[in-house]
Protein backbone atom coordinates (compact mmCIF):
# COMPACT_ATOMS: atom_id res chain seq x y z
CA UNK A 1 0.00 0.00 0.00
CA UNK A 2 1.11 3.69 -0.57
CA UNK A 3 1.63 5.20 2.40
CA UNK A 4 -0.45 8.88 2.81
CA UNK A 5 -0.57 11.81 5.24
CA UNK A 6 -4.32 13.34 5.57
CA UNK A 7 -4.73 16.84 7.12
CA UNK A 8 -7.64 19.28 7.50
CA UNK A 9 -8.76 18.09 10.46
CA UNK A 10 -9.92 20.06 13.69
CA UNK A 11 -11.83 20.98 16.28
CA UNK A 12 -15.67 21.75 14.63
CA UNK A 13 -18.72 22.36 17.13
CA UNK A 14 -21.43 19.99 16.61
CA UNK A 15 -23.42 20.21 13.30
CA UNK A 16 -20.61 22.15 11.35
CA UNK A 17 -18.31 21.19 8.31
CA UNK A 18 -14.66 20.33 7.93
CA UNK A 19 -13.32 18.99 4.47
CA UNK A 20 -10.55 16.90 4.71
CA UNK A 21 -7.44 16.03 2.09
CA UNK A 22 -5.15 13.79 1.21
CA UNK A 23 -2.06 13.82 -1.37
CA UNK A 24 -1.82 10.90 -3.63
CA UNK A 25 1.81 9.95 -4.69
CA UNK A 26 1.42 9.15 -8.35
CA UNK A 27 1.55 5.49 -8.95
CA UNK A 28 1.24 3.02 -11.78
CA UNK A 29 -2.17 2.44 -13.16
CA UNK A 30 -5.42 3.30 -12.56
CA UNK A 31 -7.33 0.56 -10.69
CA UNK A 32 -7.07 1.90 -7.07
CA UNK A 33 -9.72 1.99 -4.54
CA UNK A 34 -9.49 5.44 -2.84
CA UNK A 35 -10.62 5.50 1.27
CA UNK A 36 -11.09 7.59 4.28
CA UNK A 37 -10.99 5.46 7.29
CA UNK A 38 -10.92 6.63 10.74
CA UNK A 39 -10.81 5.48 14.33
CA UNK A 40 -11.94 6.48 17.67
CA UNK A 41 -9.96 6.26 21.17
CA UNK A 42 -10.88 2.13 22.37
CA UNK A 43 -12.67 1.49 19.08
CA UNK A 44 -11.56 -0.56 16.27
CA UNK A 45 -11.09 1.33 12.87
CA UNK A 46 -13.80 1.39 10.39
CA UNK A 47 -14.26 2.42 7.18
CA UNK A 48 -15.75 6.02 6.19
CA UNK A 49 -15.90 6.01 2.48
CA UNK A 50 -14.45 4.74 -0.80
CA UNK A 51 -14.08 5.37 -4.66
CA UNK A 52 -13.15 3.67 -7.46
CA UNK A 53 -10.22 5.29 -9.24
CA UNK A 54 -11.52 3.37 -12.23
CA UNK A 55 -14.91 4.78 -12.54
CA UNK A 56 -15.78 6.58 -9.53
CA UNK A 57 -17.92 4.32 -8.14
CA UNK A 58 -18.48 5.26 -4.37
CA UNK A 59 -19.01 3.18 -1.31
CA UNK A 60 -20.34 4.77 1.73
CA UNK A 61 -20.31 3.31 5.40
CA UNK A 62 -23.95 3.52 7.05
CA UNK A 63 -22.92 6.02 9.86
CA UNK A 64 -22.03 8.96 6.95
CA UNK A 65 -23.91 8.51 4.47
CA UNK A 66 -25.54 11.44 3.68
CA UNK A 67 -23.42 13.74 5.31
CA UNK A 68 -20.09 12.99 3.68
CA UNK A 69 -19.04 13.38 0.68
CA UNK A 70 -15.99 11.70 -0.96
CA UNK A 71 -14.04 12.94 -4.38
CA UNK A 72 -11.28 13.84 -6.18
CA UNK A 73 -9.53 16.36 -8.71
CA UNK A 74 -9.53 15.47 -12.19
CA UNK A 75 -6.02 13.75 -12.40
CA UNK A 76 -6.49 11.67 -9.12
CA UNK A 77 -3.76 13.22 -7.05
CA UNK A 78 -5.90 14.60 -4.22
CA UNK A 79 -8.07 12.99 -2.12
CA UNK A 80 -10.99 14.91 -0.30
CA UNK A 81 -13.96 13.89 2.15
CA UNK A 82 -16.20 16.72 2.70
CA UNK A 83 -17.90 15.89 6.24
CA UNK A 84 -21.42 18.18 7.05
CA UNK A 85 -23.45 17.65 9.73
CA UNK A 86 -20.45 16.28 12.16
CA UNK A 87 -21.67 14.61 15.23
CA UNK A 88 -19.55 14.02 18.54
CA UNK A 89 -19.75 10.11 17.43
CA UNK A 90 -17.64 11.26 14.49
CA UNK A 91 -14.74 12.24 16.92
CA UNK A 92 -11.42 10.24 15.10
CA UNK A 93 -8.62 10.19 14.31
CA UNK A 94 -9.00 9.64 10.09
CA UNK A 95 -6.58 8.31 7.70
CA UNK A 96 -6.57 7.90 3.67
CA UNK A 97 -5.58 5.01 1.74
CA UNK A 98 -4.56 4.04 -1.64
CA UNK A 99 -4.81 0.30 -2.88
CA UNK A 100 -5.12 -1.91 -5.89
CA UNK A 101 -8.42 -2.50 -6.20
CA UNK A 102 -9.07 -6.24 -6.60
CA UNK A 103 -12.94 -6.55 -5.73
CA UNK A 104 -15.93 -4.23 -5.50
CA UNK A 105 -15.24 -0.72 -3.99
CA UNK A 106 -17.37 -1.78 -0.73
CA UNK A 107 -15.81 -5.23 -0.39
CA UNK A 108 -12.41 -3.19 -1.00
CA UNK A 109 -13.21 -0.73 1.66
CA UNK A 110 -14.76 -3.21 4.14
CA UNK A 111 -11.27 -4.99 4.23
CA UNK A 112 -9.19 -2.57 3.68
CA UNK A 113 -10.55 -1.53 7.51
CA UNK A 114 -8.86 -4.70 9.27
CA UNK A 115 -5.57 -4.31 7.08
CA UNK A 116 -3.15 -2.93 9.97
CA UNK A 117 -0.49 -2.59 7.49
CA UNK A 118 0.34 0.54 5.63
CA UNK A 119 -1.33 3.41 7.22
CA UNK A 120 0.08 6.96 7.55
CA UNK A 121 -0.06 9.87 9.16
CA UNK A 122 -3.62 10.67 10.00
CA UNK A 123 -5.69 13.93 11.16
CA UNK A 124 -7.53 14.59 13.83
CA UNK A 125 -11.23 15.37 14.22
CA UNK A 126 -12.73 16.61 17.18
CA UNK A 127 -16.13 17.37 17.48
CA UNK A 128 -17.38 18.93 20.38
CA UNK A 129 -19.20 22.03 21.60
Known amino acids: QLQLVASGGGLVQPGGSLRLSCAISRHSGNNYALGWFRQAPGKEREEVSCISAVDGTTYYGDSVKGRFTISTDNHKNTLYLQMNGLTPEDTAIYYC??????????????????????WGQGTQVTVSS
Open 97 to 118: SADPLINTIQAACIMRAFDDAG
